[in-house]
Every structure is written in C-alpha cells, then in structure tokens.
C-alpha cells in the first residue's frame, strides 16, 4: 500500500487526470458517435431519398437514438442452441474493442491524442485486420448456413483489401517519413496530401467502404441474399455491436482520411479540432451518401476490382511517388 | 466509375428535391368522396330512416359483420329495430352499398377507425345514423315505391299508375 502511495505521490496527478479524461473522452466520444450515426445516417439517407426518416421520437427524431438502444436492450439475447457459445460471444467485442483500440492514435488536435505511436498508422492497419476476426469468427460460430457464408465472403473481401489499403497509404507515409499520424498531419502545412496522393486516396476510400463492409460492398452481410449474413443468428446487443461496430468503424476510416489526406486539424481562423471534427462529418457524409447511391457489387466485381483495379494502381502510386522523391532528393 | 460518381453526384442533388412524405397525422390527403371508409346509415331528405331492413346489406356482406332485425311501425314502415356493424370485421368491400336498394348504408371517406377495445369497433343503430341524406340528395324509397304505408296507399307513388283490377277482363 504504501509503495502504491509513493507511486502515486510520484506522477503528477494533474497529467494523470488528464490522461484519463482524455482516454475516456475519446472511448464515449466514438461510442457515442457511433450511436449517434445510426440516427443520422437514417436521416441523411432520408433526405437524399426524398423522405423525412425517423422525426417523430424527441425533438427532430433525436430521441430516436435512445429508443433504439431500449429496444436493443430489453430484447431476448439469444444464443442458438447449435452454436459455438465462446466463440459466438467473443466475436461481437471483437469489432467494437479493434475499432476503439484504433482510435487511440488518432490525433484529434496538437498534443490532443490519446496515444502518440511513431507507428500509428500501422497498429490502425493492425487493428482493422483483427476486425476481420470479428466477422469471420461470429460468421463461423453461428453455425448456419448464411451466416457462414457471410463470414466466408467476409474473410475473402477483408483480406484481399487490407492488402492495397496498407499499399495505398506508403505514398503518404513515403512523403512524410513517418508512420506518426501527427508527423503526417504537421507533413500537410502547405498542400494536403489528397491532391499530390489523390490515386491513394480514392483507394484508401474504397479499401475503407470494403473494410467497413458500407454498402457497395456489404456483401458479408447481403440481406437481399444471405438474410443478415454474418450476424444472421445474432439478436439484442451482441447484433447491436455488431451495428455499432459497424458505424464506429466508419468514424474512423473517416477520421483517418482526413488526417491522412486532408490536413487533420490544419485549417485557419477556426480551432483545430473544429477543423478536424467538421472534415470528419462531411468524409462521414459522403459515406452516407455512397450508401444511398450505389447498389452492391457481384462477388467476382468485387474481388476483380480490389486484385485487378486497385492494387496495381496502388502499387504504381507507391513506385511513382517514390521516384518523385528520389528525384527531388538528387 | 463514371457512372458511379454521376449516380453519386444526382443523388446528393435530391437533398434539395421535394419531399414525398406525407407526415399522415399532422398532414392529411384529401379522400375522394367515393373512398370506402366508415359505414354510414343515411336519412330520406324528409328525415326519416332510410333503412327498410330487407336484410340484403347482411346476406350481401362476405364477412357476416352486419346483424339487423327488422320490424314494423304502426304507419307500416319496415324499420330495424337494431343495427350492428362490427368494424373490426368489416372489409369496407362496400358489397352493403351495392345490395342496398334504398340508398340507406353507405360508405364514407373516413378510415380513422382505430381503438384500444375490440368491443368498442362494434357500432350501433346508434353511432351508424346520421342525419342527412349521405351521397343520395333526393331519394325517398316510400315515394316512389307501390308499397302501401299509413299515409300513402297503393297507386299514389310518383310515377305509379292506379292499381289495376286484375280480375277484369278489360285492359
């Protein structure tokens, strides 16, 4: 007890509360954001198509938010008979806890981060593979027909686009000479990294809607196919992580791109995390707005797609913006 | 591509579009004044009751959800002495409207029929009359018909002619 004291007499307790502050504030920020998204993806959806979407429950439908996790909550969280319990009740905290664990690194303004990794951008590779696990394991342990199947193409379409994400983003980490995502956004002051990385962009977005499984390519889930795909026998919350994951995950591919090609928090007049905080709702917007648009791929769209499209291109990104640099460097 | 970011690019355009909704409690649409809604007993544009319970509205209706019982004033008019529509049975496929040969029962453009209560749908005698003549303005089924009533023998009905002596010979 008393070394517990001397410890705790040895850090300054002001750093420490904080640190935790800051922890805990990103941890209910995204949570919260990600509840938040189901609401206002309904109602963007809505407005693109015409309709008005949930108004009803609270002023603007706000309310609505909080209905569904009621709802969610009180349901029968069931667990079928047929399926592998551990496994099938791990799966869910998988995504949610691999999608928050990313958003550690992210560098909301200077110094405001809760984890300042020289290699941020690779533990947020890292983590977006485990969420593959998530899905292929909840997939695989439902053992059902369409949820295996789900998981399947989860597991394929997962894989093979974690390859050219990593790829797309070593023109900006080649540029800047770092994998800090602080260092990248400091790396933006006089031109952000979308228009001299603008091939790595556009596939960083697409390889974000495939790991986010947003719709153009939803087809681990594929309800016009396969009933709900992977989560096809979850219910209550474990489903509702599913979901949450799902929208948590979207924050972050967007939070992502805005510090990666978007200048993070530079901008002037306005506050930096405005800055980055109104960056990350428009790029979350546009996802929106991607759902609402586009129908989903075929299987054999998808896979020729990411190999046959977007992996060369991101390779010549990767060779062309090298050879820039070299050339610059002589 | 192309055509992705053109669909992309038309869709976000319908942000600034109409919207279709119509927010149904607040909003209503206008019915049409033929919609098959409520079902209403109607009144001759002297105010008596149209109804001459003749029964047809209850063999006509596909779901047996009307029950009558019909009896006689002291004039000689056939009158229900109780009507009933069970609402939460009814179709409103207005086969009642079609059947009925005195205009009596017809249908209204009102389809707000919710409760809470089952035994609360079933309409009486009641809650069904109303007191003018519906969507019929100047049909009186006891002027026109040879059927005779206190006030009003046989041969007096508009357009009727006397009653013919059928035991004559002569035409």
Redesign the interface.
């Known amino acids: 007890m008393d070394a517990l004291n001397a410890l705790l007499r040895e850090v300054n307790s002001a750093e420490v509360l904080r640190e935790v502050a800051l922890v805990l504030g990103v941890l209910i920020g995204a949570l919260s954001l990600g509840g938040g998204l189901t609401f206002v993806e309904r109602r963007l959806l809505a407005?693109?198509?015409?309709?008005?979407g949930p108004n009803r429950v609270g002023p603007f439908g706000l309310l609505q938010v909080v209905a569904d996790t009621i709802k969610l909550f009180t349901k029968e969280d069931w667990t079928p008979p047929f399926a592998d319990r551990f496994v099938f009740v791990v799966a869910p905290a998988i995504v949610i806890a691999a999608t928050l664990m990313s958003f550690a690194v992210i560098p909301l303004a200077p110094g405001l981060v809760v984890a300042d990794l020289n290699v941020g951008l690779l533990f947020f590779l890292g983590m977006s593979s485990l969420s593959v696990y998530s899905v292929a394991l909840g997939g695989w342990s439902a053992n059902s027909k369409y949820a295996l199947l789900g998981g399947l193409r989860a597991a394929g379409q997962m894989v093979s686009y974690e390859v050219f994400m990593g790829l797309s983003l070593m023109g900006v980490v080649a540029t800047t000479g770092s994998f800090s995502l602080g260092d990248i956004v400091e790396a933006q002051r006089r031109v952000w990294f979308c228009i001299p990385q603008c091939i790595g962009l556009v596939t960083f977005l697409i390889a974000g809607l495939a790991e986010t499984r947003r719709i153009p390519f939803d087809l681990p889930e594929a309800e016009g196919e396969l009933v709900a795909g992977f989560h096809t026998e979850y219910s209550g919350m474990k489903f509702g992580m599913f979901f949450l994951g799902e929208y948590v995950g979207v924050a972050l591919v967007s939070a992502l791109t805005v510090v990666l090609f978007f200048g993070g928090w530079l901008g002037p007049v306005l506050p930096p995390i405005v800055w980055f905080l109104g960056k990350t709702a428009l790029l979350i917007a546009l996802f929106i707005?991607?759902r609402?648009?586009?129908p989903r791929l075929r299987y054999d769209q998808l896979m020729r797609l990411g190999w046959k499209v977007l992996l060369p291109l991101s390779l010549a990104n990767v060779v062309v913006t090298g050879a820039v640099i070299l050339a610059l460097r002589r | 591509m192309l055509s992705?970011l053109r669909?992309?690019w038309?869709?976000?355009w319908?942000?600034f579009?109409?919207?279709?909704?119509v927010?149904y409690p607040e909003q209503k649409r206008p019915l049409p004044p033929r919609f098959r809604g409520r079902i209403v007993l109607t009144r001759d544009p002297d105010g008596e009751e149209r109804c001459v319970a003749c029964y047809l509205c209850a063999a006509a209706c596909p779901v047996d959800c009307i029950a009558l019982q019909a009896t006689e004033d002291e004039h000689g008019r056939r009158y229900p002495e109780f009507f009933r529509i069970n609402f939460s049975r009814c179709i409103f496929c207005g086969f009642c409207e079609e059947a009925c040969p005195t205009c009596a029962i017809q249908l209204t453009p009102d389809c707000e029929l919710a409760d809470y209560r089952r035994s609360s749908l079933v309409y009486e005698k009641a809650d069904l009359l109303i007191g003018g003549p519906g969507k019929v303005h100047d049909y009186n089924f006891y002027r026109v018909a040879g059927v005779a009533i206190a006030e009003k023998d046989k041969g007096e009905a508009e357009n009727e002619l006397p009653p013919a002596n059928v035991r004559r010979l002569m035409p």
């Open positions: 407005l693109w198509q015409d309709r008005y707005l991607v609402g648009a586009l | 992705a669909t992309l038309s869709v976000f319908h942000a579009a109409r919207r279709f909704t927010q």
